[in-house]
């Protein structure tokens, strides 16, 4: 009687919703194991949303999509470089395949981009010298961070 009570309480216990903790999101370590494998590009069609981000490969520079909806440049959790789209919860960062690459509200409307269409296979990079540049297809880079 006493394995099956304690089989039900393991039971229960497995199955109760671990709380979520707002806000949680942090420069130190990438938000899933997707996000470590894609290392320091953005590629066509990848997007990035509250809590994931791309690092240099020097794992000096962190590129942060946070949870106000900020895109920010970090290194050494101080930030170098933001978008300055705070204030919309929910927003995400998407390299289109056109080249651009675009901040949007969760209702699609567009907050802030770099400008780069059109330049089809485009793709960002998180550099080691703490830059983010957006290079062509052919490598020829068409905006930068400047940090």
Known sequence: MKTAAVLILVAVAALSP???VAGAASASAPATAEQAAAG?????????????????????????????????LQHANT??????????????????SDGNFAIYTPGRKPLWSTRTAPNPGAFLQVQ???????????????????T
């Open 128 to 146: 080691d010298d703490g830059n983010v540049v957006i290079y062509s297809a052919a490598g020829k880079p068409l905006w930068g961070a400047r």
């Open 40 to 72: 320091n590009k953005l590629l066509p069609g990848q997007k990035l949303y509250a809590g994931q981000s791309r690092r240099s490969a020097n794992g000096q520079y962190v590129l942060l999509m946070q949870n106000d909806g900020n895109l920010v």
């Open 18 to 20: 671990l709380p979520v």
């Open 79 to 96: 930030a170098l470089w933001s978008s300055k789209t705070a204030g919309h919860p929910g927003a995400f960062a998407v390299m289109q």
